[in-house]
């Protein structure tokens, strides 16, 4: 199995930086690690998760949303198993709730495994 968990969220004010974090565990991100993608999503308020940025654990393949790549990026420390996610120049539209998630490569978003997700919120 894999778990996940994030950290890292607050309120900020607008055009401020947050770096996330989401620590992976279990014996099944430890066995099988290489073969996964991770990625980062996040829900607003009164709208569906959408995705944000997501790359492959053994590298390449890195996709960021259009409202976000210029602004957002996607990282990885291989030795703590953990991944984030910096986000810069942060906009009111920002808010949501941010989930980190894993799965294989190709299978739809929605067989991944998500974490219990993190608020950020970014004032005006």
Same mark, same amino acid.
């Given at each position: 199995? /894999?778990?996940? /968990?994030?950290?890292? @969220? ?12 989401? %620590? ?19 829900? %607003?308020? @009164?709208?569906?998760? !959408? ?14 949303? !259009? @409202? ?8 990885? !420390? ?15 539209? !920002? $808010? ?21 997700? $993190?608020? /950020? $919120?970014?004032?005006?």
């Amino acid at each position: 199995q /894999v778990q996940l /968990v994030e950290s890292g @969220g607050g309120l900020v004010q607008a055009g401020a930086s947050l770096t996330l974090s989401c %620590a992976a565990s279990g014996r099944t991100w430890n066995t099988y690690r290489a073969n996964y993608a991770m990625g980062w999503f996040r829900r %607003a308020p @009164g709208k569906e998760r !959408d995705f944000v940025a997501t790359f492959r654990w053994n590298g390449g393949n890195t996709v960021y949303a !259009d @409202g976000v790549k210029d602004r957002f990026t996607i990282s990885r !420390d291989n030795a703590k198993s953990t991944i984030y996610l910096q986000m810069n120049s942060l906009k009111p539209e !920002d $808010t949501a709730v941010y989930y980190c998630a894993v799965g294989l490569p190709g299978s739809p978003y929605s067989n991944y495994v998500f974490g219990q997700g $993190t608020q /950020v $919120t970014v004032s005006s």
